[in-house]
């Protein structure tokens, strides 16, 4: 097995550009559309459940969301025009199926159902798959939605008003809902508001960066490499009591407080034990108040995904986990060509190795840190 290849994937997607036939104003890659739509996910999973009384798969949604554009590492992102067109379309359908099952087929036997089914199956003729298609396209309409506001190409404006009436037709009470909500509700507008900007905080200030990082690709990263370790936690290693929906809400949102916030560097924030105190004091109230303003329903599950996404529970260690790993990884990156990202790989690499004895951090720098290390200096 290759498990590196799933991590492979997910540190490209932030490679596969969005939109730029249309020369939109703000970037966008597959890695930011996918935190966005897993974000939304989250929202729209506890909509079916508390307002429509439609008991749905949280996991199984919120999951296929973040993964149902891993096959754009090879394929590309295609236009949606393309994939409909009547002389290609089954084709892309079928290299699509293929590139998703090839990735599935490096992972290790006992993951290889569960994300069969949130990277194969994501888009399928199920409700699930139905919600995943919606919100996809719920993105993008508020991605269309912000360009036009900022006086850009009325291309924007034309696919914007177009998503809106095919999402106001959606046959999954929680999709109008939430578009009617994004639209009269401050505390639903104000957080997919966050959600939406979140790509626009930048990580590692103060650094040459080869490549660019922000918070929605870290979160993405962060999810992604979050799902794999619970998941390989709780099929290889028999730890069945990790709530991989709650340590998947906990990674997708852990950062989301920094739209306010910012992202102040980790050495500023740890500098002394008052000023690591007086930082997570004031980004709780931030997040506190983010959850606040959000409908009665939404507070239960987005106060532990917001507020207390690294708390003291083993998912909240997961969290932080991932986090780290993510760093790492940035660092194992960049280090070829820049001296200064060595240090902070080996001071990284020291504080995981010192710090987690969980299987997952022992089977990460066992086998998928070789295998990254030697495609990015070797191949």
Avoid at 106 to 114: A, E, F, I, V
Avoid at 178 to 201: A, C, K, V, W, Y
Wanted: hydrophobic share 40%.
């Amino acid at each position: 097995m290759n498990n590196s290849r799933f991590v492979s994937a997910i540190i490209g997607m932030q490679y596969v550009s969005r939109w730029k036939e249309f020369s939109p104003r703000y970037k966008d890659n597959a890695a930011s559309h996918s935190f966005r739509c897993a974000s939304i996910a989250i929202v729209v999973g506890i909509a079916e459940e508390q307002l429509f009384s439609n008991p749905v798969n949280k996991l199984q949604l919120v999951a296929r969301a973040l993964l149902h554009d891993l096959n754009e590492t090879v394929t590309g992102s295609i236009k949606y025009v393309t994939k409909k067109d009547r002389h290609v379309a089954k084709h892309i359908q079928t290299l699509e199926a293929e590139v998703s099952k090839d990735i599935v087929s490096r992972l290790s036997k006992s993951l290889q159902p569960h994300f069969y089914d949130y990277i194969v199956d994501a888009e399928d003729h199920t409700y699930i798959g139905q919600l995943v298609r919606d919100i996809d396209s719920f993105d993008a309409m508020l991605f269309c939605k912000r360009e036009y506001e900022r006086d850009s190409s009325t291309l924007f404006k034309e696919k914007y008003e177009e998503l809106r009436e095919k999402l106001l037709r959606s046959p999954c009470r929680s999709i109008p809902w939430l578009l009617e909500q994004s639209e009269q509700d401050e505390g639903i507008r104000q957080f997919l508001h966050h959600i939406l900007n979140l790509d626009l905080i930048e990580r590692w200030g103060g650094s040459f960066n080869l490549v660019p990082d922000n918070d929605a690709t870290h979160s993405f990263r962060v999810a992604a490499m979050s799902l794999f370790n619970g998941l390989l936690e709780a099929e290889r290693f028999g730890r069945r009591d990790i709530d991989l929906y709650r340590l998947l809400g906990k990674s997708l949102l852990h950062d989301v407080v920094e739209g306010v916030s910012g992202d102040v560097a980790s050495p500023i924030k740890k500098s002394s034990p008052a000023i690591r105190q007086a930082f997570e004091q004031y980004e709780r109230e931030v997040a506190r108040e983010m959850v606040g303003q959000l409908p009665s329903f939404l507070h239960g599950e987005l106060t532990d995904f917001l507020v207390d996404a690294k708390d003291d529970t083993y998912e909240g260690e997961l969290v932080d986990i991932a986090d780290k790993i993510d760093a790492l990884i940035k660092s194992n990156l960049e280090m070829r060509n820049n001296p200064h990202y060595g240090d902070k790989y080996y001071q990284q690499l020291i504080h995981i190795q010192h710090h987690y004895e969980n299987p997952c951090v022992i089977f990460f720098l066992a086998y998928m840190l070789h295998d990254l290390t030697y495609d990015h200096f070797v191949r």
